[in-house]
């Protein structure tokens, strides 16, 4: 029995499943996770010592790779003089000062702990902005685990076959609207079936919760619209994108401006870290300046804001980074959709500069229906030989793949031919 085997028979009897989020379970593909004991640049090392290229990347905030060395330096300083607070700090405030001042449409911000939190957040207030109940969501988009959000999500829920979650009330769901992504007419509709009580549409503006589905041409601008003509806020989920695709997320990326935004552990470089914000009459909403209460006693760690605003003044002062990312993505995704034509396998490969997947479907994947058409299955047996040499993915059809500025052509090289072994 391997250290990993051993650690997981420990956890099953006192965590559910094992695992402490249900995307870290390796259920679906028939084998037991792995175990982490350290990581760096664009390797991880799990508590046997084997060594794994990670295309996780902690989901997606690693995006200069792990350890960074300035980034751990900033995190050592800080915890020198405590870990937390619960008090106000000046981190807090140069977090958002430095935010607000690159991000043209994020006048205020509010830190939270979580993207779940954040998303929570946002629609708490977009509803106490507009006076509306109603939310459009987007099969297949996933926003966190509160219950409003969690109709039709995708991500470990879309894994683990449950379309919904057991413990949520019909109450809490009542005002979620469902829509078809990359379908304005489907939005429009549920616009009009609202009676004028839509307050926001929320949407990841590239879907990454069921696998990689990119927005098609006038989608996001179609949203926007809609949103202006029936006086509700528009809420980019950038939980994912944000800090990614351009410093200025999907919005910069696609030239659409939300009203809302939504960010994860990228703005902590991978702590425990969420914020939401947006223009300054919907945030001044917010308590204590508004009536929209939204609380978090540990908001703003001094050591989530270290690590975060080391990492994002980083790749502030470096935008070529972005540009080295994007190059990245198209040789590994190129070179994914190259040796699939080789072989003449028609397998759907959709990415958008640094995410990406691999479908196993011939058909084309533009939302959560063609989505689940992919043959999980097969997706299982490339997952485990992947595995076993040294390629560490998610252990699921519906996530993403992460590139990160670690990543170098040796290592996108080496995952190419292990591909190109397997599907021989």
Aim: proline share 4%.
């Amino acid at each position: 029995m391997t250290k990993s085997e051993e650690m997981f028979s420990r956890a099953v009897k006192k965590i559910p499943g094992g695992v402490n989020s249900p995307v870290r379970a390796y259920g679906a593909i028939g084998e037991n996770p792995r175990f982490i004991e350290k990581a760096n640049g664009c390797k991880i090392y799990d508590v046997d010592g084997k060594e794994y290229i990670d295309f996780i990347c902690s989901w997606g905030p690693m995006i200069l790779g792990h350890n960074h060395p300035a980034i751990r330096e900033a995190v050592i300083k800080a915890s020198e003089r405590g870990l937390s607070y619960g008090c106000a700090t000046e981190a807090e405030v140069e977090m958002a000062e430095f935010i607000c001042s690159k991000i043209p449409h994020v006048e205020m911000i509010r830190m939270v702990n979580s993207g779940t939190e954040a998303v929570m957040s946002a629609i708490r207030v977009a509803r106490g902005f507009t006076n509306k109940d109603k939310i459009i969501k987007f099969a297949g988009c996933y926003h966190g685990h509160s219950d409003s959000m969690l109709v039709s999500a995708g991500s470990g829920v879309m894994t683990s076959g449950v379309p919904d979650s057991a413990g949520v009330p019909k109450g809490c769901t009542q005002d979620t609207m469902l829509a078809v992504y990359n379908d304005v007419s489907s939005v429009e509709k549920l616009f009009m079936e609202g009676d004028d009580q839509v307050a926001a549409v929320i949407v990841e503006p590239v879907g990454a919760n069921m696998g990689v589905v990119p927005p098609k041409e006038g989608f996001l601008e179609g949203l926007r619209k809609l949103c202006d003509k029936h006086h509700a806020l528009l809420i980019f989920d950038e939980v994912i994108t944000g800090f990614r695709l351009k410093f200025d997320g999907a919005a910069g990326y696609y030239g659409v401006t939300p009203d809302l935004v939504t960010y994860g552990k990228i703005i902590g470089a991978g702590m425990p870290v969420g914020a939401y914000g947006g223009r300054k009459e919907i945030m001044t909403k917010v308590s204590p300046a508004g009536p929209v209460y939204q609380a978090g006693t540990l908001s703003g760690n001094p050591i989530a804001m270290a690590a975060g605003l080391a990492q994002l003044k980083i790749l502030d002062a470096q935008p070529e980074i972005y540009l080295r990312l994007e190059k990245k993505g198209k040789l590994l995704f190129d070179g994914m959709k190259e040796i699939l034509n080789r072989k003449n396998l028609k397998y759907q490969v959709n990415c958008v500069s640094s995410l990406g997947c691999i479908f196993f479907t011939e058909n084309v994947v533009e939302d959560y229906i063609s989505a689940k058409q992919s043959d999980t299955h097969k997706f299982a047996e490339y997952f485990k030989y992947m595995l076993h040499h040294g390629i560490h993915l998610a252990p699921s059809q519906f996530e993403a793949i992460f590139v990160s500025d670690a990543h170098t052509q040796k290592e996108i090289d080496q995952y190419l031919q292990c591909l190109d072994d397997y599907l021989k």
